[in-house]
């Protein structure tokens, strides 16, 4: 009994439970700060949802089970790689190949196959089909040369990707097994016994974070010693690929290997410069094959398929001779050290912040890919725009939209009509199968606008052909099909952004060709423009591949356009509201910030005099600074300075403070009903209180946030574009199909749209956290290929804005018709990973329309796609997502997209600043608010709040018309997490026992004295 | 008797509410807790490393991953923190996670070669997450294989991580522990100043690296006369230090803001302030007095007669007012502000009203505005 009374005890046992209790606190505080990723990692949520029973279910799951749903989608994958795998040669039919054939297949990444990309985007192919398995499938047991490829296994030689987190491009590595290794090994014994066909894969991977290495800097740079016995080029072959292949090559010409086959498995498009030096009989490119694609490639080889992909970027001998790599890359401002600039590559860089160190120069203009090949090929046939001695044959291995059968097809009866209102052209061609198997067969539109004198006089640029039409049907062996295809007129406008500030209509010839890739469409073109023009054709200059003609007037079809229009494109048709200059900010030579930084835009007026060959150097002015490029807070320079400007230039009208957390019975589902315009909105926006506003704006990494004012329940969203991949939230991924281009490659819309459908089906059955479920997917991406070595190339569909922005359309379309709403990413001009936080992105307005954004219109308004997510980079000194031309004028105003825009990971990028983003038009932030909570405190401020109640209204919008409202008129009612709780709970324990003990404390101290006395 | 049994029930009780707690804390799902020993033994087991100098401001992510392939065909990985510089045994290293992952393998022939087939994940509210898989193969009794894990769990950015292993590699957590620890090199410096938990290496030629743990948060410079007079400037805002001279010690107190708003004050002291060298202040000013109020701390720069600049960290943001400034009968400044943006008024209202009363050793005190009448 003593002890129990004993004051050294209650002291001892008070002080440790108050220590237990303020920790409790302390972990409370820290943790409540991070709630909303803690959340997120632990897949719960701080709501709960009291399902409406009568609830409508608006998106029914479709009638498969999700055994049939994994064996269609595996199926699926399979088709699109069978349908864009593309055969570049077959030397004597050397493909198909008989079923008996055995197979020696060489390369480490014959048994480590690229199936997509890495970052975000990336996704576990653990379980995906191997080369192997797939030959086997095809090809029957025993078809593998099995020493060769336990060799491989065993080698210890193993392909590095770049690290998406702190990577950088000097850690990809090829490795490639020497070939002493293989004599080592004792291997070669085994060739002859496989010698039918020594099939040699190609890879080069490509992801998040780190652009292919092009040069040695690229490696030395980033503190590596060794280029991987390349000569830093990532995109040609390294010494032991060399070695390979002449040893390979070698046991060819002894008889010990019949045939030798290529297959490039890669969306980075490799330099193939090395083709004509070995003896190789055939070649595929195939991409990133997706987890089931390679059983394709495989039937493919065997003649079970007839290939039939098409390239969508421009193969080269020379990747280097696009006039888009000397500005390829991140580029110091000169001043940059002495401003205290700083760059990132990852939000875990500190730099991140501030992430304005860095600019590019998209000085090619519109010369991108074909457009830049084609048109200057072009113009040294006709001795135009000092083309110089063009060798276009050095520079193209294989053109744009090139892609040779097992059959061949013959075109006859081309026709154009134009509509009787105007507005588009049918186009229509006849299209034999001239050999004796069935096939599928893309016809390709190409259309070739006049180059004029006002163009000249004004900076306006034009390819000499662009993509605008295609279809795939199959044709039988002998039949014929009729190709109609319409053409949009508008689609044969250009941007003028330096006198009509719009999209014109020149007058002059306009030729519609059907080519069977762009090189053959301008071949056509030029035997029509020369027959049309009496001139004799120097047949030395003129060009062609195998299976193409050698250009084909009767194949082109001349309209005439009579008048200049500047007036009729000049108005949205999608929204009816004027296009006009929006970024002028972004290029130099309009941006008064800039001051006598000005550049020369490539022209074809005089390829040689323009061609860049040397990166401009920019200073940061002060109103550059002051325009964007800032990372002070405060002075005349500084954000609070800039959203004074912002509120001032967009928002001057909103002088009176909205109703906020106003009582009401208005449900989000009510406005299901309800026309994006309607009154109504305004009534349940009054409803939501600023705290809910900006916890729901600024709190989006990877879901939304529920609104209980209006019981609108939060969702998740998660990556794409190859599919579902759960990744950032951990979780297991669904079918992760190919790489973007092979989709696109495809030129199959049907093939696409059924893909849509299965990834937003693979969304809806996604396992919820018990609350939220899936309903927002970020992808897919729309960003073009401006060169071979984008990191994400993988994510983007072609070199072509026109054809990412048709084959979007219709994905986007699909995946929306089963309730998940997209992001198509990354909006945009992020063509590039080096620099990607906060680099300064110089372009001028024509080709940032007619190129960059043309894959994000296909997404809006002709997939109705409800959402963007905005990029890392600027588009001159201002970040895309407060960039207010780009946000309002080009994606609200001209293109009437509805739903949200969220950021891409904000997540310690205090760049993206809230109140400049709102006030721009971006609404929804894939970060947390922690550290960089701009908006705090702003609830009296009547443009912040305005701008606040729109970018809520977006996201509602968005969440409204997904599965997530398959709830119906809910109730959202808030929670505790159990984590929470625990913490909670704990804190509540430890305050009892101290409290307990410090009660024992005073009546030992009480009886103590007591008994002293 | 009694007095014990109380005493051993509550220390049960404490001790079961901190097994919870411990548990919560490490918690994967709860189904990754190792199997009770007995004929579960590991058949194969595998270490790998996440690592590199863009974790070094991110050191706790830092880590060895212990891979066990068991016979029961379970699979347990633990992680070793070793960013944290813990090399405490296994059993008291609160770097070490038993269970970080689990899973399951098997032997396969996979293309005909045989291998181990391996996956690992968390087990979240009975949904797998963060699952990965890979195949290891036997090169010459050496297996391999790789995983993309995550590199902060919620964090979002994965890596592949390579393993190598075979049937033996460590006998215990402890031999994987040794086998993984890394040894702190702290910076060169001439001196330092120490809080609990962060430390500032005071270097040659007026730089101080300021850590939060073993992970460096700032880079300051100082000045100091070698009499006594010393300021420390970090992220533009400049600190004065205090010296003892008679003590030959330094002392100052650095906010460090991790996400801007959630902040740890550090009272960094050094105990041989001799050893600090002597340099020029780089860039002079006017005179600036510190002082708080309103749980910040304000820094006032006098610019001449009339202006002043007074700011301070507010929620991650260095926040600078431009000011003209009145002085009263009792020497008090009053400010009032110049072209202050309309973002900035709620910042303002913290200090709007109040004066200033400014002190020899350029310390200043706040004298709140008195509570405006009511009715």
Redesign the interface.
Known sequence: ?K??FSKKLWIA?TAVFAVLMAVCIAAY??TD??RT??N?????TDYKVIQDPDAQIFYEPLAYSDEALAEYEAQLCEDIEGEGATLLFNKDNALPLAKDSKFSCFSQSS?DLLYGGTG?G?M?A??AT?L??ALTSVFGEGC?N?DL??FY????Y?RV?A?????NQGQYRINEVPWSEYEDAGVTSSFAQYGDVALVVLARSGGEGADLPDDEECFTNNGATDFDSTDGDYLRLSAEEKDMLDHILQYKANGTFKKVVLLLNSANALQLDFLADYDIDAALWIGDVGMTGINAVAELLSGDRIPSGRLVDTFLKDNHSSPAMVNFGAFAYSNADELGLESAQ?N???GAKKANRNYVIYQEGIYVGYRYYETRYEDYVFGNGNAGDYDYSADVAYPFGYGLSYTTFEYNNFNVEPSSDGKTFKVSVDVTNTGDVDAKHTVQIYFSSPYTQYDIQNGIEKASVELCGFDKKLIAAGDTQTYTITVNKEDLTSYDANVAKTYILEDGDYWFTAGRNAHDAVNNIIRAKAQDAGVTLDEDRMYSFEGDGNGDASLVAKWTNGEFDDTTFAVSSATGNQITNRFDNADLNKYAGTADQKITYLTRSDWTGTFPTEVKVLTVTDQMWADGLTHD????S?R??L??RY?EAYWSDATTLPTQGAAGDLSAIDMREEEYDSEVWEQLLNQIPYSEMTALIGDG??LTQSVQSINLPGTLDENGPQGLTA??????SAMAYTSEDIMAATFNRELVAEMGKCIGEDFQRA?S??ESVYTGIYGPGANIHRTPYSGRNFEYYSEDGWLSGEICAVEVAAIQERGVYVFTKHFALNDQEEGRYGISTWSNEQAIRELYLEGFEGSVVKGGGLGVMTSFNRLGVVWSGSHRGLMTGVLRDEWGMKGAAITD?SV?A?YMDY?LGVLAGQDLWDG?R?????L???DN?PA?VSACRLAAKHIIYSVINSHAMNIGDAQIIPVMPW?QA??LS?TI??AV?TAASAVMLVVSIVRSKKQNK | MKVKRWLAGLVLAIAAICAVFAFAGCDNGGETEEEAPGEVTISYQFSGVMDGEDLDSFSFAKGAFWLKLMSDGSVVMDRYSFGNYNTSPAAENEDYIPGYMSGEWETTSRDGVDALSIEVYMLTSGVKTNAASGTAYDRNGTYSCSLRLEVVQGAGFYREIEFTGGTTLYADADEFIADNAKEFVPPQSVTTFTAEGGTVYVQEGGTALIYSGYSQVAEATYANDGEGNMTVTVGGQTIDVTVDTANNTASFEYEYAIYGDYTTVYSFTCADYSAIPVVAAQTPAGDVYTGTYSSMTWTLTILDDASCTIGANMGGFNVVFNCTYAEDADGALTLATVDMPEAYAPAWAAIDGVKWQLADDNTMTAIAPAPSQQG
């Open positions: 009994m002890k129990l046992l505080c820290v700060f991070f990723a803690i997120a990692a632990l897949q719960v048994v975000s990336s576990d653990g379980d191997t192997h398995s593998i099995q490829w336990t296994v065993t080698s210890g193993k990707n690290a998406t987190t702190g990577g990852n875990t860089d500190p807070e405060s002075g005349e500084g609070a300075a959203v004074e509120k990494f990877h990744s950032l939230v951990g979780g297991e396992p956290n018990g990971c310690m205090n109140r947390y922690s550290g960089m909570d701009t705090a405190g702003l401020d912040i984590w625990a913490i704990a324990i430890f026992f």
